[in-house]
């Protein structure tokens, strides 16, 4: 998944980005929103439209982008996903092999709430 870096040194996963954002996106990108989550950079309209949208989710003024700020990874770079990647029973394991804090224990035979 990408992430923006937006003047002073925040980030924003475009993918976190509310659907009304990423529709301004499309507006001014000219660009479908999976396609930028996916290409952020596609074309040098949709890299524009997700940096200045990016910038208005964090509060900053936008600076002038440049090729080469593009093409160095200045702005748009791949960041880790950081979605689970074993489960137990349902529910994300911890590190440690142990069920996540999230995760429930409760039963349900049918006849009413999980006890």
């Not at 040098?44 to 997700?50: S, V």
């Not at 950081?82 to 590190?95: I, N, Q, S, V, Y």
Request: hydrophobic fraction near 40%; proline fraction near 8%.
């Amino acid at each position: 998944m990408f992430a923006v870096k937006v003047p002073g040194g925040g980030e924003v996963i475009l993918q976190d980005l509310p659907l009304e954002l990423l529709a301004e996106i499309e507006a001014d990108g000219g660009t479908r929103w999976p396609t930028v989550l996916a290409a952020p950079a596609s074309s040098a309209k949709a890299a524009n439209a997700a940096y200045k949208v990016a910038c208005k989710h964090a509060g900053v003024t936008p600076e002038n982008l440049t090729a080469r700020m593009i093409l160095e990874g200045d702005v748009f770079y791949e960041v880790a996903d950081d979605l689970p990647t074993e489960f137990e029973d349902g529910f994300p394991k911890a590190e440690d092999g142990e069920l996540t804090s999230g995760s429930s224990t409760a039963t349900n035979d049918g006849d009413g709430p999980p006890t």
